[in-house]
């Protein structure tokens, strides 16, 4: 990792009524250790992967507080972290993203809430739902249910945001019971400011140590503790649960001068929802509502008479909640019908039996979204005509339609010339299945490569191979980032397929860091820091899993990759084939050549930066590189030549390089237009003597 978090890592000092700015999710690591958290762990993914990205910047503030850093291996590493809550009075906190971190940590989760813990056990989600998400749509609310972990969903306010985690570590202990902090992509990034706390070294820490290991067998998940346990969470820990809840007042209310009506919301969705109610005419700029609006930091476990107290006596009430299933909805409903309280008509999704439905049943609450929905169920229609003018506006100017941009590999980025390889490949072997995983890679499934078949989770392409491998009559292939080769393919895949004598092909694309979460170090990074351990091979893993064939190829040499991967597509060996395709990122290198390169200009020192262009007499315009590489610097222009009509190919500024452009066109026998230039700066006697010599020689 070659980022700093210098200046993030200074706010974590701060003191006793010091005054914090910044975002949401570094208020998130302030209240840790403000907690006396003992141990932290996680494992990056957006929107949450900055708090352990500051928290390994900031090891002199850990090693004072005795606490223990891990960035584990996997979301289920990181969920069995907090084992350590479980016979201990530990606080402790880890942190991924959600619901695919979920799903990978839900064993040890499961396994942690029926156990129950002594320590605070906190797990900090990111939930990447809606339009900004990278993954699956689904909500971490099932995950709650499920095991009986408490939800904390709380109003994105920085205040509002330390005091639950604060909150979430008492109310850990006090039902003894994991609690899960969700936060919305916003919420993560939300500025804002709170008076601090000053850090609190925990009881038992890395530098005071517990004494002697406690034995409980009630707390280890097998028969007969595991039916106790189920009856504890219910008829002890959930009570506690609520308890709590009510007393410290988790929940909020915000009354409004409307007695008739009133909304209840996901704490998430509190700024989202006063707003529309801005736009409408209904609330001020400073927050204040004439409608009701019940606050849900809390949305698991309900707590029935803050339910019930909030709606009693209204004529109707909406039910603000974000995803599906409509788990609020449902339940209070339930509630309402359960305490006779029969006359407050809820409105809430679209569709929904015995509702009123105002919102989509699916997808993201936006700004639009949500005041349209609030405009229906206040009978404010007519007041959205103004508000969705501009867009109509916009709409009009624009045309009928705008060109799709589809998201694509960064400039330079070393893995678009493996899939430009593999489509020369299809060209003389014909199609053939392609397993994805998840990573920047899978941007192949989009244009201009449409590579990819299916992606079923992080490090399991290979194993979602297995099925398919036997029922074609020639091999497939599978791509595996080496974050996925880490987290899941080594064991799941790789294992897997040698122990059942799989014959496919698995590329690995070696770009030495997970770049798709912020270009955090891997085992196998080119670089560690001194906290991490050094030369963790991919190449001998996989000798010690037996595998025979090997090739490692750089990602840059198209025509290398290219045979290489028609010799594992027609190789008469029968087993697993591995293609190591090495290539730095290309970001992270960037961000580690720029202040070098940057600095030898300072000192006056000559620096050559390699660039591409395009021979505009010589480009044909059938624009084939463009097709087979999807580069951001390769384009078109206007064609210089008055007698040509087509446009040229053309680099525009940016380009890094990379050289990708000219290998496609030697490796694809394309038109030979590229050519390869040397920037000099602080140019030295001899290049300006080779400079003037060439200007000599070649005519103007």
């Known amino acids: 990792m070659e980022r700093s978090f210098k200046e993030e890592v200074e706010k974590l000092k701060l003191g006793e009524g010091d005054v914090f700015h910044g975002e949401g999710i570094l208020a998130v690591t302030k209240a840790l250790l403000q907690s006396g958290v003992s141990y932290v762990g996680g494992y990056q993914g957006a929107p949450v992967s900055h708090m352990m990205d500051v928290l390994n910047d900031a090891r002199d503030i850990m090693d004072e507080l005795g606490v223990h850093i891990e960035t584990n291996a996997s979301e289920a590493g990181a969920a069995a ?37 002594k320590g605070g056990a906190l797990i900090v989600l990111g939930e990447d739902y809606g339009e900004g998400a990278s993954i699956i749509q689904e909500r971490s609310h099932a995950f709650a249910m499920k095991s009986q972990i408490w939800l904390l969903d709380p109003r994105p306010n920085l205040a509002k945001i330390v005091e639950m ?70 008829e002890v820990r959930w009570p506690a649960a609520v308890r709590y809840i009510r007393e410290h007042g988790l929940n909020e209310v915000f009354p409004g001068e409307r007695a008739d009506v009133g909304i209840l919301c996901q704490g998430g969705l509190y700024n989202a929802t006063l707003r529309a109610l801005q736009q409408l005419g209904l609330a001020d700029a400073f927050g204040a509502s004439r409608i009701p609006i019940f606050c849900m930091n809390v949305t698991y476990p309900l707590v029935p008479e803050e339910i019930v107290q909030f709606c009693a006596g209204k004529r109707a009430v909406l039910m603000v909640e974000e995803g599906q299933p409509a788990y609020l909805e449902d339940a209070i409903l339930a509630t309402l019908r359960r305490h006779d309280v029969n006359g407050v008509k809820v409105s809430g999704k679209e569709g929904q039996p015995g509702t009123q439905g105002v919102f989509p049943l699916a997808g993201e609450y936006t700004g639009e979204v949500v005041v349209a929905g609030l405009a229906r169920f206040l009978g404010a229609e007519g007041q959205l005509a103004p508000l969705l003018a501009p867009k109509k506006k916009a709409a009009e100017l624009l045309g009928a339609s705008l060109p799709t941009r589809p998201p694509g590999f960064c400039v330079g980025c070393p893995e678009r010339p493996v899939f430009a390889a593999m489509k020369l490949v299809e060209k003389e072997v014909g199609k053939y299945h392609v397993s994805a995983d ?62 059942n004598k799989d014959d496919g092909i698995l590329v690995i694309m070696k770009n030495g860091y997970s770049s798709a979460t912020g270009t955090q170090e891997l085992p196998s990074s080119p670089t560690h820091s001194e906290h991490k351990a050094a030369d963790m091979s991919i190449e001998r893993a996989l000798q010690g899993l037996g595998v025979a064939w090997t090739r490692t190829v750089n990602t840059y040499h198209v025509s290398e990759m290219k045979s290489t991967l028609k010799e594992a597509m027609t190789t008469g060996y029968k087993g697993l084939k591995v293609i190591i395709a090495d290539g730095e990122c290309q970001l992270e290198r960037q961000r580690k ?22 021979d505009e007499d010589t480009c044909t315009g059938d624009h084939s590189c463009i097709r087979l590489s999807g580069c951001p610097t390769l384009t078109v222009k206007d064609n210089p030549d008055p007698l040509r009509t087509d446009p040229v190919a053309t680099v525009i500024e940016g380009c890094v390089g990379c050289g990708l452009c000219g290998e496609n066109a030697h490796a694809a026998t394309l038109c030979p237009s590229f050519y390869r230039a040397e920037v000099i700066q602080n140019a030295n006697l001899w290049d300006r003597m080779l400079r003037g010599l060439r200007s000599l020689l070649v005519p103007a």
Not at 88 to 114: C, E, M, Q
Not at 461 to 485: C, E, H, Y
Not at 598 to 605: K, M, P, S, T, V
């Open 81 to 117: 972290m907090l084992g350590a809550s479980i016979n201990y009075p530990l606080r402790g906190a880890v942190t991924f993203k959600s619901t695919v971190g979920t799903n990978v940590a839900s064993d040890a989760l499961s396994n942690l809430a029926s156990a129950g813990v």
């Open 165 to 234: 985690v604060e909150h979430g570590f008492a109310l850990s202990e006090a039902s003894s019971t994991p609690v899960m902090l969700e936060l919305r992509i916003r919420a993560c990034h939300v500025q804002g400011s709170f008076r601090t706390k000053r850090n609190r070294a925990a009881r038992f820490s890395r530098r005071s140590f517990l004494e002697n290991p406690d034995f409980d067998f009630a707390r280890i998940s097998l028969p007969p503790s595991t039916y106790a346990q189920e009856k504890h969470k219910i």
């Open 438 to 499: 998840i990573g920047c890679h899978t941007f192949s499934t989009l244009p201009p490569f449409n590579i990819g078949h299916t992606v079923l989770g992080y490090g399991l392409g290979l194993a979602s191979n297995s099925a398919v491998q036997p029922m074609f009559g020639r091999r497939t292939m599978t791509i595996m980032g080496d974050g996925g080769f880490w987290h899941n393919g080594l064991t799941s895949g790789v294992a897997n397929a040698v122990f």
């Open 593 to 614: 050549l720029r202040p070098q390169v940057a600095a030898a200009l300072a000192r006056g020192e000559r620096t050559v930066r390699v660039k591409y262009g395009v």
